[in-house]
T-cell receptor, first 116, second 116 residues
């Protein structure tokens, strides 16, 4: 099993350009998440999905869009990149958890995005 | 909004020393997880605690969940350079009107450096 994979691993964008980050999981998990991680800020939830065809806003959704057309994939889009979106982006997936409602998360290796 | 405060934010110690990381909140969680993240990688789950007062041990790591399920601690005995990394706590809540469904609340992390 590959677990959670993310594409690409690195990307440099100019301000105003667009791109899509792809996350794929092979664990048949219902829940998927996109986080950004900045120095000193921990993990901040951007958007998440509780099932195929559903998405919801997280803590910092502005400037991002997502889609979950297939259960195993979760796409994060940046329509017009800004320097403030320079960050490391992590995708994660979970089931309802090892314990009831514990939602243990399995993370991908991350995408390092730089916007100049 | 649920918050998890981790302390200390930074910890730099010598090999062989003991240390404790704290995770505190004013909110009650149904379970609490600890993750470890190494540079350039995604966080990896270490443990889930679900019962107030619960203590779990993972080799030299001891995790405790507070009696009221609002706080947790991670104690490392005889730290080794391989313990170096970012430690994150994360709390899960049972579904309540859909506002916390499927999400974790992450602390801002503790960066641990163990010097040989």
């Amino acid at each position: 099993n590959a677990g959670v994979t993310q594409t690409p691993k690195f990307r440099v964008l100019k301000t105003g350009q667009s791109m899509t980050l792809l996350c794929a999981q092979d664990m048949n998990h219902e829940y998927m998440y996109w986080y950004r991680q900045d120095p000193g800020m921990g993990l901040r939830l951007i958007h998440y999905s509780v099932g195929e065809g559903t998405t919801a806003k997280g803590e910092v959704p502005d400037g991002y869009n997502v889609s979950r057309l297939k259960k195993q994939n979760f796409l994060l889009g940046l329509e017009s990149a800004a320097p403030s979106q320079t960050s490391v982006y992590f995708c994660a997936s979970s089931s309802a958890g090892l314990y009831r409602w514990s939602y243990e998360q399995y993370f991908g290796p991350g995408t390092r995005l730089t916007v100049t | 909004t649920q918050l998890l405060e981790q302390s200390p934010q930074f910890l730099s110690i010598q090999e062989g020393e003991n240390l404790t990381v704290y995770c505190n909140s004013s909110s009650v969680f149904s379970s609490l997880q600890w993750y470890r993240q190494e540079p350039g990688e995604g966080p990896v789950l270490l443990v889930t605690v679900v019962t107030g007062g619960e203590v779990k041990k993972l080799k030299r790591l001891t995790f405790q969940f507070g009696d009221a399920r609002k706080d947790s601690s991670l104690h490392i005995t005889a730290a080794q350079p391989g313990d170096t990394g970012l430690y994150l706590c994360a709390g899960a809540s049972a579904p309540a009107g859909g506002t916390s469904y499927g999400k974790l609340t992450f602390g801002q992390g503790t960066i641990l450096t163990v010097h040989p």
